[in-house]
């Protein structure tokens, strides 16, 4: 999925993590990711997060997509910063799951928590 992912490809989006239910991926924060109060868009932080939650949920096998998702932005990032997107399963049921995305600065410090609902578009060979 992500070898297609063009979108995240073309923001220097890496996986560096992927287990079954979980993934994690890194953004570096450039200059063109900065808004008008010099922080970097919530919009590129969300792009982040989504992509490690669809790494997530796309690591059972069918393909997956997502439902619905919301994000709390906790805390700025900056130019120049590497922020790290950490995805993790809270459960499946049928075709649909829960997972939560923890969006951490490159000091450790919470940047969003985001919680996206995936609907897999076909049921899982068992």
């Known amino acids: 999925m992500m070898a297609a992912d063009v979108a995240s490809a073309a923001l220097g989006i890496e996986l560096a993590e992927l287990a079954p239910g979980q ?4 953004m570096a924060v450039t200059e063109r990711m900065v ?3 010099a ?4 919009g590129y932080v969300f792009l982040l997060a989504d992509t490690a939650f669809a790494c997530a949920c796309n690591s059972h ?4 997509v997502a439902a619905g998702a919301e994000i709390s932005f906790v805390s700025p990032a900056q130019a120049g910063e590497t922020l790290t997107a950490t995805a993790l399963e809270r459960t499946r049921f049928g075709r649909n799951g829960i997972y939560d995305v923890t969006v951490r600065g ?3 410090r919470v940047v969003a928590e985001f919680r996206g609902r995936s609907r897999a578009l076909e049921e899982e060979s068992r």
Not at 61 to 64: A, D, E, I, L, N
């Open 35 to 37: 808004n008008g109060h």
């Open 61 to 64: 096998g069918p393909v997956t």
């Open 106 to 108: 490159g000091d450790g």
């Open 23 to 26: 993934a994690v991926c890194t």
């Open 39 to 42: 922080i970097c868009h919530g």
